[in-house]
Structure formats: C-alpha cells, structure tokens
C-alpha cells in the first residue's frame, strides 16, 4: 500500500508559478513510478506528467511542455510538480499518482493503482 497526500496547490494570477508536492509513505517510495493528472469541471481526469523510480525519464502532455517540470526525491519520499507561466486552462484538481506495476514512467492512467486527495489550482485572468 502507498498513501499519498498532496499539497501546493492555490489561486494564482496567470503567469505565475505554484509548485505541487506529494508525500508517499507506506512502500519503498524509490522503486515506485510517480505521475501527475488533473481533472477540470466537467471534464475526464488527464495526465499531466511523470517520471520514473530513477528520475531517468520524464514525460509530460504537450499543453504543459516546457512551462511544468517533475521532479522527485526519493530520500524524503515526495515528488514535485513545478508549474511555471500558468494558465487559466490549467486550473483544476491535480492528483498525485503512484504505480506499483513498475518503476517505469508511463502516460497511462491506468497504470497508476495509488491516487493523492487531490490539490485544487486555481488560476485567474
């Protein structure tokens, strides 16, 4: 079992940086693929990034290319979500992911078996 709980989130004016912690505790954090999603109103909940237990790889979904970055430390067993040049079509709950099926990053939400609370992000034009 992994517990997730994420924090960091806000309301913020567009243009601005917010960044998005989750803690993990409960399963050997540093073997564990970590992603990022978020679900807007009315919307299906979508894959923002992730990266994996090695830090190696990375990916993110192109509205988010080159403004969010993902990041992780696996001696304090939290990964980050860096988000730069925000938009207001960024705004929505974002979601810490955890996968067990392997260290591997992968896009797919159904790769991910753990899920965060949940972080609202609010950001104003």
């Known amino acids: 079992q992994v517990q997730l709980v994420e924090s960091g989130g806000g309301l913020v004016q567009a243009g601005g940086s917010l960044r998005l912690s989750c803690a993990a505790s409960g399963r050997t954090f540093s073997r564990i693929a970590m992603g990022w999603f978020r679900q807007a109103p009315g919307k299906e909940r979508e894959f923002v990034a992730a990266i994996s237990w090695s830090s190696d790889d990375t990916y993110y979904t192109d509205s988010v290319k080159g403004r969010f970055t993902i990041s992780r430390d696996n001696a304090k067993n939290t990964a980050y979500l860096q988000m730069n040049s925000l938009e207001p079509e960024d705004t929505a709950v974002y979601y810490c992911?955890?996968?067990?099926?392997?260290?591997?990053?992968?896009?797919?939400?159904?790769?991910?078996?753990?899920w965060g609370q949940g972080t609202q992000v609010t950001v104003s034009s």
């Open positions: 992911a955890a996968s067990s099926m392997g260290p591997m990053a992968s896009t797919a939400r159904a790769r991910y078996n753990y």
